[in-house]
T-cell receptor
Framework: EPEVTQTPSHQVTQMGQEVILRCVPISNHLYFYWYRQILGQKVEFLVSFYNNEISEKSEIFDDQFSVERPDGSNFTLKIRSTKLEDSAMYFC?????????FGSGTQLSVL | GENVEQHPSTLSVQEGDSAVIKCTYSDSASNYFPWYKQELGKGPQLIIDIRSNVGEKKDQRIAVTLNKTAKHFSLHITETQPEDSAVYFCAVPPPSGGSYIPTFGRGTSLIVHP
């Protein structure tokens, strides 16, 4: 069964450092998303991507964040200068239209 | 934006009992209602969904019921098993038009005691 894969599973970084989280969406999906989940809280939308551009973004997705689809398979989330409050589980998801398929997440810890 | 409320936040049951989780929403134009299950250390996985033209959908031990008039939908798990222990999220689509960006409920932590 096709699945969304994310790497790395865990990332530890120092405050102010740049991190890149990587995702390989399901191959025939057209919509790509990043969500984050702070420990014990709900899943929060960050950004959606369609047709090689951002289609929607939330208030959380400020200038420190960027997304890219550098080739035909990868979808990345970059945080330019990490803050302590960026510590969370970051989930990538892809969909055809409505059914979202999530990856297993990257646990980001900012020290 | 869509206002989604999910109850209860935690639910503890004995193995074999039934569990019901309810989600209410605000936008009457919503027409697709999925439930996701998140096991420890994993991403949410779609387990069942329902469209607004039906009132109930079943898949083995899980079912979803929809009341469009009252704007709520519920997840029902019968004959619960320890492996049902997880966090369950409802999701509601945005108002009509635009990208599909569902709003998730706050989650229900289901604990099934053997």
């Amino acid at each position: 069964e096709p699945e969304v894969t994310q790497t790395p599973s865990h990332q530890v970084t120092q405050m102010g450092q740049e991190v890149i989280l990587r995702c390989v969406p399901i191959s025939n999906h057209l919509y790509f998303y990043w969500y984050r989940q702070i420990l014990g809280q709900k899943v929060e939308f960050l950004v959606s991507f369609y047709n090689n551009e951002i289609s929607e973004k939330s208030e959380i997705f400020d200038d420190q964040f960027s997304v890219e689809r550098p080739d035909g398979s990868n979808f990345t989330l970059k945080i330019r200068s990490t803050k302590l409050e960026d510590s969370a589980m970051y989930f990538c998801a892809s969909s055809t239209i409505e059914k979202l398929f999530f990856g297993s997440g990257t646990q980001l810890s900012v020290l | 934006g869509e206002n989604v409320e999910q109850h209860p936040s935690t639910l503890s049951v004995q193995e074999g009992d039934s569990a019901v989780i309810k989600c209410t929403y605000s936008d009457s134009a919503s027409n697709y209602f999925p439930w996701y299950k998140q096991e420890l250390g994993k991403g949410p996985q779609l387990i069942i969904d329902i469209r607004s033209n039906v009132g109930e959908k079943k898949d083995q031990r899980i079912a979803v019921t929809l009341n469009k008039t009252a704007k709520h939908f519920s997840l029902h798990i019968t004959e619960t098993q320890p492996e049902d222990s997880a966090v369950y999220f409802c999701a509601v689509p945005p108002p009509s038009g635009g990208s599909y960006i569902p709003t998730f409920g706050r989650g229900t932590s289901l604990i099934v005691h053997p």
